[in-house]
């Protein structure tokens, strides 16, 4: 049987939600409220980086039973730490993406404006594309990422190759009955389609995708209840 035949009480997610939190070692202890009401979770609380607030929202649709996260949380940085200047956050983002290695930022460009940073320019894949901005999400002082990166992926384009990898990705899942699922492929981007119970199935068909060769994007359109 899939897990997300499974239901849970409103207590049972919340124990879950505030223990998710407590093993996300982003997420600062006793800083985030939870309630919930259904299947919908309700954050509130002060955190002092976007990454927390990333985190919480994240981590509280990956728990069974949850369909929506009303994120009311709000990211106040300390008064005490001073804010890097925009010059000073290209070089800070620049830097954690040339380290990190499974990003390819030769044809990248990083641009800052009252903390708000563009991507632009070309990766190699998708992934590529999600782990930039997640990394420059992280940095302190960003208050928000423009991702335009393109995809230029070094893999031949065939759909059906491609069709045939994501039908095997989501089979193997144990979140996701690929029966629920319907998919499309043009030149590489990936439209899914389909409903499921749980927002976990949702995100786990889409994080299925991400190390498939070819894929240049997806756009996940499966519906929820």
Do not use: C
């Given at each position: 049987m899939r897990r997300k035949d499974v239901t849970f009480t409103e207590t049972e997610i919340k124990d879950k939600v505030e223990r998710f939190f407590r093993r996300d070692s982003r997420i600062p202890a006793?800083?985030?409220?939870v309630s919930v009401a259904g299947s919908i979770v309700k954050l509130e609380g002060t955190l002092e980086t976007r990454?927390?607030?990333?985190a919480a929202e994240?981590?509280?649709?990956?728990?069974?039973?949850?369909?929506?996260?009303?994120?009311?949380l709000r990211v106040v940085p300390p008064e005490t730490q001073e804010q890097p200047t925009d010059p000073e956050l290209e070089e800070?983002?620049?830097?954690?993406?040339?380290w990190n290695t499974q990003v390819n930022t030769a044809d990248m460009d990083v641009v800052a404006?009252?903390?708000v940073i563009e991507l632009s320019g070309s990766v190699y894949s998708y992934h590529q594309k999600r782990l930039?901005?997640?990394?420059?999400?992280?940095?302190?002082g960003v208050s928000e990422v423009r991702n335009n990166l393109v995809i230029n992926t070094r893999d031949d384009v065939n759909d059906e190759l491609i069709a045939d990898n994501i039908f095997e990705a989501l089979d193997a899942d144990p979140l996701v009955n690929?029966?629920?699922?319907?998919?499309?492929?043009?030149?590489?981007?990936?439209?899914?389609s389909g409903n499921v119970q749980e927002y976990a199935a949702a995100n786990a068909a889409h994080d299925a995708l991400l190390y498939i060769p070819g894929v240049r994007g997806i756009v996940n359109n499966i519906t929820i209840g």
């Amino acid at each position: 049987m899939r897990r997300k035949d499974v239901t849970f009480t409103e207590t049972e997610i919340k124990d879950k939600v505030e223990r998710f939190f407590r093993r996300d070692s982003r997420i600062p202890a006793g800083r985030i409220d939870v309630s919930v009401a259904g299947s919908i979770v309700k954050l509130e609380g002060t955190l002092e980086t976007r990454e927390a607030f990333r985190a919480a929202e994240n981590d509280a649709y990956m728990v069974l039973g949850v369909k929506t996260v009303d994120n009311q949380l709000r990211v106040v940085p300390p008064e005490t730490q001073e804010q890097p200047t925009d010059p000073e956050l290209e070089e800070i983002v620049r830097s954690t993406l040339i380290w990190n290695t499974q990003v390819n930022t030769a044809d990248m460009d990083v641009v800052a404006d009252k903390g708000v940073i563009e991507l632009s320019g070309s990766v190699y894949s998708y992934h590529q594309k999600r782990l930039a901005e997640e990394l420059a999400s992280s940095i302190q002082g960003v208050s928000e990422v423009r991702n335009n990166l393109v995809i230029n992926t070094r893999d031949d384009v065939n759909d059906e190759l491609i069709a045939d990898n994501i039908f095997e990705a989501l089979d193997a899942d144990p979140l996701v009955n690929v029966q629920d699922i319907d998919i499309s492929i043009n030149n590489g981007l990936v439209t899914l389609s389909g409903n499921v119970q749980e927002y976990a199935a949702a995100n786990a068909a889409h994080d299925a995708l991400l190390y498939i060769p070819g894929v240049r994007g997806i756009v996940n359109n499966i519906t929820i209840g």
